[in-house]
């Protein structure tokens, strides 16, 4: 059996290296990744690839960055002679970005089968446009790889119980195995914060929130103010949007670094105090490794997270600082992401579907 996985966007290469570990392990399986290069610098692409040990890419569209539409026509052209040449079994897209979309829309047309993993997250948020691309290739696909109980809940009130399966969280896989194997590895954090002491760690870059000068610079502000240290990992687009509206992101108690490997950030995450982000990523990584979160958004795909106050939803800037420094939760954190063993589960429900 072929599988094709379609990534090109952070998040999706850490789904991939547990993806990519579990069709390994599997003799009748070949895999063949396909990068679009929707995230082609080096720091939010190619180390990943290095530090959670994935094969590199058979093909690398290198699209590079430009508008959604711009962005997903160029990867819908590039796919064709992709799948042209690998005909594969399944194409397997990851998550909610422009790549995910493209890929799948590319097979689809060429009636190859699609399977969506991560399938049935629902943050019911139009102006997202990952809500886009998440609903359009749930609709699409034929094979529905949900994580959750939850997940599976939203398909089938869209008429998709037939095609999805629950497998579990393929990112709890990776991220409890890196968080095991970094026990006695120092913590890597911007200058100025001490590790043994209490920090926060933080990254932004939904447009939501960056796009809006003023309530970025009401986010800035409020981290600013916290009574503790907090290293703020800057995504390119935050230190864009931050430049062009005059906003300086380091002061107060924020100390700005670079984006970082990913074991590096589940590092700094198990060890930090509190965790403020707007990745659907994070806020579900800081919750299985039992650090509180505020989640600088309206709403959340990941609604397990907000069980006993582990992960809250902070929409307006000012609520902020309080949000962060709010006492750890002391109630339990219940096993909703899995047990550590989707990424096997999902690849065994293509191989039984191929």
Not at 130 to 139: G, K, L, P, S, Y
Not at 307 to 320: G, Y
Request: with cysteine.
């Amino acid at each position: 059996m072929k599988i094709l996985s379609v990534v090109g966007a952070r998040p999706q290469f850490v789904k991939l290296a547990a993806i990519a570990d579990a069709a390994a392990q599997r003799d009748d399986v070949e895999h063949i990744i396909v990068h679009t290069g929707q995230h082609y610098d080096a720091a939010m692409s190619d180390v990943f690839f290095a530090d959670l040990r994935i094969p590199a890419p058979d093909v690398n569209l290198a699209i590079g960055s430009g508008s959604h539409g711009r962005q997903t026509g160029a990867m819908l052209a590039g796919m064709d002679e992709v799948l042209e040449e690998h005909q594969p079994d399944w194409t397997l897209v990851y998550g909610d970005t422009n790549s995910t979309l493209a890929g799948a829309l590319s097979a689809v047309k060429m009636h190859l089968k699609v399977a969506h993993l991560e399938a049935g997250l629902r943050s019911f948020n139009r102006r997202m446009p990952e809500e886009h691309n998440r609903v359009i290739t749930d609709h699409a696909a034929d094979l529905l790889l949900a994580p959750t109980e939850v997940a599976r809940a939203h398909l089938a009130a869209e008429g998709l119980t037939d095609r999805t399966v629950v497998t579990g969280d393929v990112m709890t896989d990776v991220c409890l195995r890196v968080a095991a194997s970094l026990e006695d590895t120092p913590v890597a954090l911007p200058e100025g914060i001490d590790p043994a002491a209490d920090y926060a760690v933080a990254t932004i870059h939904r447009a939501d929130n960056t796009d809006d000068p003023a309530r970025l610079r009401g986010i800035i502000e409020a981290l600013q103010a916290l009574d503790m240290p907090l290293a703020l990992f800057a995504h390119p687009r935050l230190v864009a949007k931050a430049k062009d509206a005059g906003i300086e992101l380091a002061g107060g108690a924020v100390h700005v670094g670079a984006p970082v490997a990913y074991p590096d950030l589940i590092n700094a995450v198990q060890h930090a105090r509190a965790v403020v982000t707007d990745s659907g990523g994070l806020q579900k990584e800081a919750y299985l490794l039992g650090t509180p979160g505020s989640t600088v958004r309206t709403e959340t795909e990941w609604v397990e997270t907000l069980e006993n106050d582990w992960n809250r939803l902070v929409p307006e800037p000012a609520d902020l600082t309080a949000a962060v420094m709010r006492p750890r939760p002391t109630a339990d954190r219940p096993a909703h992401y899995g047990d550590g063993h989707a990424s096997l589960r999902s690849i065994d429900a293509l191989r039984e579907r191929a």
